[in-house]
Every structure is written in structure tokens, then in C-alpha cells.
């Protein structure tokens, strides 16, 4: 018998994506590409997918959470927007990472292994290789896209970085339709954010000084 269950999607790695289906059948999805707005969008979304689909988070089977890599701020929220849902709802909470989805849209296609890439900002990309199928070769990175291997390369980051890449023809977005038919058949990544690198707001590692400069020893000329 066809699997039935009714998945709830979300992925906040790249920009704010949720879906909803039920077995192989897609139900809802929506999208919004401001990565400035996971906070006040998601759980919109969320509510509206439902509504679009005439169901109740009551009726949600299991969730699937895109794990990242991606932005610490944005991912944080999907994740623990999930969290949050799964322990109201009593659903069974599925994390994945998230280039996964993107190489499961690209395997059809491929006929080599091949690369995902995500814009990572600071000039980096987050990255994963790939066997032809979609299964993924080992854990994903952050660094420099010199750095990535050159073999075919999809996702986000071939399309900021097309003059670095060895860019293939492919996806660039992440498809919420993949991720909420494809998700829950995605190797489970656990439920720890991938960040794979510090947050660029961090707390100071001294204290700073409140005397005077003069108190400090500074010169003055």
C-alpha cells in the first residue's frame, strides 16, 4: 500500500520554502525569496499551505526540516520553528540536510557525480558531492568556490558564482515540491544544525574597559 502520510515540509537554508503532500502527491507549497524575512514569513506560509490544502496541523503526519547548511539567523528559525510544531502537534520530526533535496532534484539529470553549491556569503559557498543517483559523498563543506572540486555544479551557488564553478544545467532553487515528496526518504541528518561555521554576531571574549584612556596608559601627543 502507497505510503499516505501527510508530510509538512519547511527549509529556511537558502530562502524560506515550505510544502505539503501527502504521499507522492503534492498538496500546497509557497515561497518567499527574501532571506531577510524567515521571522515574520514562515510561519504565514505555514498557515496558508494548510488552509490551501483544507487541513489542520492536527492532520500533519510527520514534519521534515531542512538542516542547512546555510545562515545561522534564518536557519535557526526554520529549525526551531519545526521543533516547536512537531513537539505541539505529537508529529515524528525528520531533519535533512538541505543540498540533499537539490541533488535529488538533479539526479534524473546527471550522469556523473556532480556538486551542489549554496551561496554562503563572505565570497564562500556551502558544498556537497554527489554520486550520479544523489547519494551524497561524505559531509558537507564551507570554504572558498575555487575550492569545491570541479565536477558539474548545481544549485544557488552556480548562479552566483558561474565564472568559479564548473556550472552545469540545473536547479537553482531549492523545489518545495521535492522537498516534501522527496524529504522523508532523505537520509536522516539527526537534529543539529548545519552551520559548519561560527555566526557573525558572536559574544566578545573580553570585557571592555570602562576607565578613561588616560587611566589605561594610552599617550596622548
Not at 191 to 208: M, N, Q, V
Request: contains cysteine; glycine residues 10%.
Amino acid at each position: 500500500m502507497a505510503d499516505e502520510r501527510v508530510v509538512l515540509a519547511i527549509d529556511t537554508s537558502t530562502v524560506v520554502t515550505v510544502g505539503l503532500a501527502r504521499g507522492g502527491q503534492v498538496l500546497a507549497t509557497a515561497t518567499i525569496e527574501d532571506r531577510m524575512a524567515h521571522v515574520e514569513q514562515l510561519t504565514p506560509l505555514i498557515r496558508d499551505c494548510l488552509a490551501q490544502a483544507g487541513l489542520r496541523l492536527i492532520e500533519v503526519d510527520q514534519i521534515v526540516v531542512g538542516l542547512g547548511p546555510g545562515p545561522f539567523t534564518g536557519l535557526r528559525v526554520g529549525i526551531v520553528t519545526a521543533q516547536t510544531l512537531a513537539a505541539v502537534g505529537g508529529q515524528d520530526l525528520h531533519g535533512i540536510c538541505s543540498l540533499d533535496v537539490l541533488a535529488a532534484q538533479y539526479a534524473g539529470q546527471a550522469s556523473t557525480e556532480f556538486v551542489v553549491a549554496t551561496d554562503a556569503r563572505r565570497r564562500e559557498v556551502y558544498w556537497a558531492a554527489y554520486a550520479a543517483d544523489g547519494r551524497r559523498h561524505g559531509a558537507p563543506q564551507v570554504g572558498p568556490p575555487l575550492a569545491v572540486p570541479r565536477r558539474p555544479t548545481v544549485g544557488p551557488g552556480a548562479a552566483v558564482y558561474p565564472d568559479q564553478l564548473m556550472v552545469a544545467p540545473g536547479p537553482r532553487v531549492l523545489d518545495p515540491r521535492v522537498l516534501a515528496t522527496a524529504g522523508p526518504g532523505l537520509p536522516d541528518a539527526g537534529s543539529t544544525p548545519l552551520y559548519l561555521r561560527r555566526p557573525d554576531a558572536t559574544e566578545p571574549t573580553r570585557r571592555k574597559s570602562v576607565l578613561p584612556l588616560s587611566a589605561r596608559g594610552v599617550r596622548r601627543s
